[in-house]
């Protein structure tokens, strides 16, 4: 099988992963934030499974640009670039209140986005296996709750933090909640756009 030649474009795209990186990993490091220390190393290892499961299902150049932007959206929502507190508490519309946890955050609107992102990068890869006939409603039900089996492990690597380090900026049950709400909002709006679309 031919070897599939790297794009100047996706040359760019992992040169601005890698940037970012290396600039919030000195930023996180300065300030003692351990935390995000972590998920800079949580990101490094993505890249590389993402840079493989491109590799061999080819996504789309706004998949790429989609989860890069996801990347340095997450690194700059656990920063204090913006002063305290980090961008990630930050409340962008005063809804209403549940437990811990008040809507809409910054937080909210990004789990939102990236299983935007997910669930098209998801698809990508399920198309490949489903024959040509097959129902449209088995093929989204099962790509929806693939994304949504994406946010469970993501709650894990979130949750491990809190397990070693003394203070983390991981919330309550609430918010664990609705993490998870904004991940299937986020697939479900996806999968209704590609249903539409006519796939």
Do not use: C
């Not at 970012?20 to 800079?40: D, K, S």
């Not at 990068?121 to 296996?129: C, K, N």
């Not at 994304?147 to 979130?158: D, K, L, R, T, Y």
């Not at 697939?187 to 539409?196: G, Q």
Request: charged letters at 15%; a positive charge.
């Amino acid at each position: 099988m031919e070897e599939k030649m790297v794009k100047k474009s996706e040359w760019l795209i992992l040169a601005f992963n890698f940037a970012y990186l290396i600039f919030f990993a000195v930023h996180f490091f300065n300030r003692g934030n351990f935390e995000f220390i972590w998920y800079v190393f949580i990101m490094v290892i993505l890249i590389g499974v993402f840079s493989f499961l491109h590799k061999k299902y080819n996504f789309s150049t706004l998949t790429l640009v989609g989860l890069s932007v996801w990347g340095f959206a997450h690194m700059f929502g656990g920063s204090t670039l913006l002063g305290e507190p980090r961008i990630y508490a930050r409340i962008l519309v005063n809804l209403f209140t549940t437990g811990d946890t008040t809507l809409f955050r910054y937080d909210h609107l990004l789990h939102f986005y990236f299983y935007v992102v997910m669930t098209s990068m998801i698809y990508q890869i399920a198309r490949r296996y489903f024959k040509k006939d097959a129902h449209w409603l088995a093929v989204s039900g099962l790509v929806v709750f693939a994304s949504i089996g994406v946010g469970a492990f993501n709650e894990i690597i979130e949750f491990l933090p809190v397990l070693f380090l003394p203070e983390t900026g991981v919330g309550g049950y609430y918010n664990v909640a609705w993490d998870i709400v904004f991940n299937t909002l986020g697939a479900l709006a996806t999968i209704t756009y590609i249903n539409l679309k006519g796939r």
